[in-house]
């Protein structure tokens, strides 16, 4: 740097011509002079002077602290009057300065994910149509900035592509049941996930590495949920002179749990709006499989007494054998029957 220059040259000047009168050498130019013994008694007269060091204002990092490394030329780390800036990203050479603060990048490789969901009804097709699906290999490059803050690019690579499709040997699903599949492709590798499935199957893989072909073989059947919309409310009344209420419930497939059981859940309440509704009857009620249930609530509970006010029933149903889940079905609530005094 200049301003370097100009004060080390001065120094030197200032150091010869304030030399000390001990250190003056004799010249005799009738003898000679001896001009190598003057230039290194001069030399080694010159005092130390260490500049002090100035970091331009634009190069500073906002916030941090400069400090010089040791050794190197003129006592800074760096080569040739260079700085090792340390957190103010001066990197040494010959009175350079190497920018700002750039720690080495992390490198990530993805894979992009292409799926496709295979469904079949009981009046489906056993061979599916034939889907394309691509992946993408991309690479993200991450690194901090000067600023303290992740900065990230990403570019992509190269593209894989597979057509696939599905077919699924001869088997009987319930009107109601249906399956689905999943077939993904991440990067290079294909994946097959079953969703639902009436059946327990058998799969093979066929065709080439690009065209793909899942066939399945149905090794026995398995209960699937039952219809949510199986069941449905016809009536809900409220007989005054019997003080009774009384519902008719519709099974849509009862034919085909023939054998088995379904088993209504009723639960009669009584808004109260500012007190908290308050229930009066809950019961699960097994019954033998029929297209309509009739049910007389007096028989699960005395109903002579109730106070005025509106009563309705929360229900739902299950499914109880091997065709169905015995999972509970909520069908929500009856219309609501205010009773008087």
Same mark, same amino acid.
């Given at each position: 740097?200049?301003?370097?220059?100009?004060?080390?040259?001065?120094? %030197?000047?200032?150091?010869? $011509?304030?030399?000390?009168?001990? =250190?003056?050498? !004799?010249?005799?130019?009738?003898?000679? %002079?001896?001009?190598?013994?003057?230039?290194? #008694?001069?030399? =080694?007269?010159?005092?130390? /002077?260490?500049?002090p060091l100035i970091v331009p204002e634009?190069?500073?990092?906002?916030?941090?602290?400069?400090?010089?490394?040791?050794?190197?030329?003129?006592?800074?780390?760096?080569?040739?009057?260079?700085?090792?800036?340390?957190?103010?990203?001066? @990197?040494?050479? #010959?009175?350079?300065?190497?920018?700002?603060?750039?720690?080495?990048?992390?490198? !990530?490789?993805?894979?992009?994910?292409?799926? +496709?969901?295979?469904? $079949?009804?009981?009046?489906?097709?056993? /061979?599916?149509?034939? *889907?394309?699906?691509?992946?993408?290999e991309q690479i993200e490059t991450c690194?901090?900035?000067?600023?303290?803050?992740?900065?990230?690019?990403?570019?992509?690579?190269?593209? $894989?592509?597979?057509? %696939?499709?599905?077919?699924?040997?001869?088997?009987?699903?319930?009107?109601?049941?249906?399956?689905?599949?999943?077939?993904?492709?991440?990067?290079?590798?294909?994946?097959?996930? !079953?969703?639902?499935?009436a059946y327990s199957y058998d799969m &093979?893989?066929?065709?080439?590495?690009?065209?793909?072909?899942?066939?399945? *073989?149905?090794?026995?059947?398995?209960?699937?949920?039952?219809?949510? @919309?199986?069941?449905?409310?016809?009536?809900?009344?409220?007989?005054? =002179?019997? +003080?009774?209420?009384?519902?008719?419930?519709?099974?849509?497939?009862?034919?085909?749990?023939?054998?088995?059981?379904?088993?209504?859940?009723?639960?009669?309440?009584?808004?109260?709006?500012?007190?908290?509704?308050?229930?009066?009857?809950?019961?699960?009620?097994?019954?033998?499989?029929?297209?309509? *249930?009739?049910?007389?609530?007096?028989?699960?509970?005395?109903?002579?007494?109730? &106070?005025?006010?509106? *009563? $309705?029933?929360?229900?739902?149903?299950?499914?109880?054998? !091997?065709?169905?889940?015995?999972?509970?079905?909520?069908?929500?609530?009856? @219309?609501?029957?205010?009773?008087?005094?």
């Amino acid at each position: 740097m200049k301003v370097e220059r100009k004060g080390l040259l001065a120094a %030197v000047l200032a150091a010869v $011509f304030t030399l000390p009168a001990a =250190a003056e050498p !004799t010249i005799d130019f009738d003898r000679g %002079v001896d001009i190598k013994a003057v230039m290194e #008694n001069i030399h =080694a007269n010159i005092p130390q /002077v260490r500049q002090p060091l100035i970091v331009p204002e634009e190069n500073k990092s906002p916030g941090a602290a400069f400090r010089p490394g040791p050794g190197g030329n003129n006592g800074y780390n760096g080569g040739n009057n260079g700085y090792d800036g340390w957190n103010d990203g001066y @990197n040494g050479g #010959n009175n350079g300065h190497n920018g700002p603060y750039n720690p080495h990048p992390t490198v !990530t490789t993805y894979y992009t994910q292409s799926c +496709k969901t295979f469904r $079949f009804f009981a009046d489906s097709s056993l /061979v599916s149509d034939r *889907y394309l699906l691509r992946s993408r290999e991309q690479i993200e490059t991450c690194y901090t900035n000067d600023q303290g803050y992740r900065e990230c690019t990403t570019h992509y690579v190269r593209s $894989f592509e597979k057509s %696939v499709g599905m077919s699924i040997q001869s088997r009987q699903l319930l009107p109601w049941e249906n399956e689905s599949f999943e077939i993904c492709l991440k990067g290079p590798e294909l994946r097959f996930r !079953t969703h639902e499935a009436a059946y327990s199957y058998d799969m &093979q893989q066929q065709g080439f590495d690009y065209e793909r072909t899942y066939s399945l *073989y149905p090794q026995g059947k398995i209960p699937t949920d039952p219809d949510q @919309n199986g069941m449905t409310l016809q009536s809900f009344t409220y007989d005054p =002179a019997a +003080k009774n209420f009384k519902m008719s419930v519709f099974d849509k497939w009862a034919r085909y749990y023939s054998g088995e059981q379904t088993s209504l859940r009723v639960k009669l309440i009584k808004n109260r709006s500012f007190w908290g509704d308050q229930t009066i009857l809950e019961r699960d009620i097994p019954m033998e499989p029929a297209s309509v *249930y009739e049910i007389d609530l007096s028989k699960f509970a005395d109903l002579s007494n109730l &106070q005025p006010g509106q *009563y $309705f029933v929360q229900w739902g149903f299950k499914r109880i054998g !091997t065709v169905s889940k015995p999972n509970h079905v909520d069908r929500g609530q009856t @219309n609501r029957i205010a009773i008087g005094k």
